[in-house]
């Protein structure tokens, strides 16, 4: 069955460095999906895009966060100066319609920050 | 906020039926029901969604209430593996979005 990989599967980072999450999404899927988890929390979503632009995003997605997709296969989320309270689970999802059909999630990158 | 109600926690018997409510009092007419599952250290997995039609596959069944402000996800015969938290979530046409309420942990018994 198909799947959605992401890697690394956890990462440390220092408070303030950059880190980029990254994710090939299932290949023929055109909505791609960046959703968090922090431990014991609920999943909380980030951004949703289709087409090479954001088309919906959440609160928690400010300035520090951006996604790209600079080919045709990987899909990234960038935080551009990471904070203690970035650390968390975060899962890459894909679908091939809007979220009506149901998506298909990655296993997940663990980031701390330290 | 989640827009659905679910017990926090049920118990099952291996190779039993079990039954996951959830509430959608607040439901759309357009609103699907979706149903996900989350089993540790993993991302989401899909289960099942619907429209206002019980729904089968090969993973589960969900029944829905003729109202629709309830649904239950029926697992036929609950596995070791089946141990998850599920949640029961309703979606919008247009919406690209999940809101994740904080589920139902099932624990099933050996």
């Known amino acids: 069955e198909p799947e959605v990989t992401q890697t690394p599967s956890h990462q440390v980072t220092q408070m303030g460095q950059e880190v980029i999450l990254r994710c090939v999404p299932i290949s023929n899927h055109l909505y791609f999906y960046w959703y968090r988890q922090i431990l014991g929390q609920k999943v909380e979503f980030l951004v949703s895009f289709y087409n090479n632009e954001i088309s919906e995003k959440s609160e928690i997605f400010d300035d520090q966060f951006s996604v790209e997709r600079p080919d045709g296969s990987n899909f990234t989320l960038k935080i551009r100066s990471t904070k203690l309270e970035d650390s968390a689970m975060y899962f890459c999802?894909?679908?091939?319609?809007?979220?009506?059909?149901?998506?298909?999630f990655g296993s997940g990158t663990r980031l701390t920050v330290v | 906020d989640a827009k659905t109600t679910q017990p926090n926690s049920m118990e099952s018997n291996e190779e039993e039926p079990v039954h996951l409510p959830c509430n959608h009092s607040t439901i759309s007419g357009t609103d699907y029901i979706h149903w996900y599952r989350q089993l540790p250290s993993q991302g989401p997995e899909y289960v099942i969604h619907?429209?206002?039609s019980n729904v089968n596959n090969r993973m589960a069944s969900l029944a829905i209430a003729e109202d629709r402000k309830s649904s239950t996800l029926i697992l036929h015969r609950a596995t070791l593996r089946d141990a998850a938290v599920y949640y029961c979530i309703t979606l919008g046409s247009g919406t690209y979005k999940y809101i994740f309420g904080t589920g139902t942990r099932l624990k099933v018994l050996a």
């Open positions: 999802a894909s679908s091939e319609q809007e979220a009506i059909r149901g998506y298909t």
């Open positions: 619907g429209l206002t």
